[in-house]
């Protein structure tokens, strides 16, 4: 089993949670909630991973507080 990190961000416009792993073409997905979108995401990548282990476009990191005065 490999585990894969995804953004969720939500959309302004829509309100629905958009989702994408960051470096892994084609992986991103959308829902209404946040279960939603980790299914959709989990099976947007079950399909992806069809094709072969893809080659990483770049390495998730983490996530880093910024603080500006």
């Known amino acids: 089993m490999k585990v894969y990190s995804a953004v969720i961000e939500r959309c302004p416009q829509t309100g629905l949670f958009v989702g994408f792993v ?7 997905s959308q829902g209404e909630t946040l279960d939603e979108v980790n ?8 399909m992806l991973l ?3 282990e893809p ?3 770049s ?6 507080n910024v603080a500006v005065a």
């Open 55 to 57: 080659t990483l476009e």
């Open 50 to 52: 069809e094709d072969g």
């Open 39 to 46: 299914h959709n995401l989990h099976e947007v990548i079950t």
């Open 22 to 28: 960051p470096g892994f073409p084609g992986a991103h």
């Open 59 to 64: 390495e998730f990191v983490g996530v880093q």
